[in-house]
């Protein structure tokens, strides 16, 4: 147990919708990750929020966003939704000290875009 | 820019073995290293972590890491497999977070079988 949940577990939608998606976070924790899964792949960093800010940005389009708020839980909202766009969502907070950081992932939530 | 590779994207060992699983990096600075589980439908539980301490890791479940930065290697290892250790493994980097953010930059994926 990484203290870690997203939800929901798992997500239908169709083409051209938007979806949430969502997390919470270990308390204490002040950094949130997202990563994208697709079937047979290792996760792709999307993007990450440090102390409600964005704090890096893989390369994901601008329709991929997202929120981080002050109660240790997080958002990822994706809009216009594509069917390349299924896949496990791993959400993964962590505490920035100096020194390392580690972060714990939640079991994710599978997306189907049919 | 960092990258992982591992090689072998299946690995089946029979029960009782040595499991090995390879692992080499890129990283332009000191990074940081990490070993992941993944069980089906399942998300990402830690192994065990390099942080510029030692550089022999011991992790959870037995499995212990070496990072060799002459081989920009970390491999993973374990004495003797369980069948319990059938699972995806992924090997990941990340930098020192004031550098460019602590990304973490995961390998393909390697799957263990264990035969009884």
């Known amino acids: 147990e990484t203290g870690v949940t997203q939800s929901p577990t798992h997500l239908i939608k169709t083409r051209g919708q938007q979806v949430t998606l969502r997390c919470s976070s270990q308390?204490?924790?002040?950094?949130v990750s997202w990563y994208q899964q697709a079937l047979g792949q290792g996760p792709q960093f999307i993007f990450q929020?440090?102390?409600?800010?964005?704090?890096g940005r893989g390369n994901f389009p601008p329709r991929f966003s997202g929120l981080q708020f002050p109660n240790y839980s997080s958002e990822l909202n994706v809009n216009a939704l594509e069917l390349d766009d299924s896949a496990l969502y791993l959400c993964?907070?962590?505490?920035?000290?100096?020194?390392?950081?580690?972060?714990?992932f939640g079991p994710g939530t599978r997306l189907l875009v049919l | 820019a960092q990258s992982v590779t591992q090689l072998g994207s299946h690995v089946s060992v029979s029960e009782g073995a040595l499991v090995l699983l390879r692992c080499n990096y890129s990283?332009?600075?000191?990074?940081?290293l990490f070993w992941y589980v993944q069980y089906p439908n399942q998300g990402l539980q830690l192994l065990l972590k390099?942080?510029?301490?030692?550089?022999l890791v011991k992790g959870i479940n037995g499995f212990e890491a070496e990072f060799k930065k002459s081989e920009t290697s970390f491999h993973l290892t374990k004495p003797s497999a369980h069948m319990s250790d059938a699972a995806e493994y992924f090997c990941?980097?990340?930098?020192?977070?004031?550098?460019?953010?602590?990304?973490?930059?995961f390998g393909e994926g390697t799957q263990l079988t264990v035969n009884p």
């Open positions: 993964a907070s962590s505490l920035r000290v100096a020194g390392g950081e580690t972060q714990y």
């Open positions: 308390s204490g924790h002040n950094t």
């Open positions: 929020y440090y102390r409600e800010e964005e704090n």
């Open positions: 990283s332009s600075v000191p990074p940081y």
């Open positions: 390099y942080t510029s301490a030692a550089t």
């Open positions: 990941a980097v990340s930098l020192q977070w004031e550098t460019s953010g602590s990304r973490l930059t």
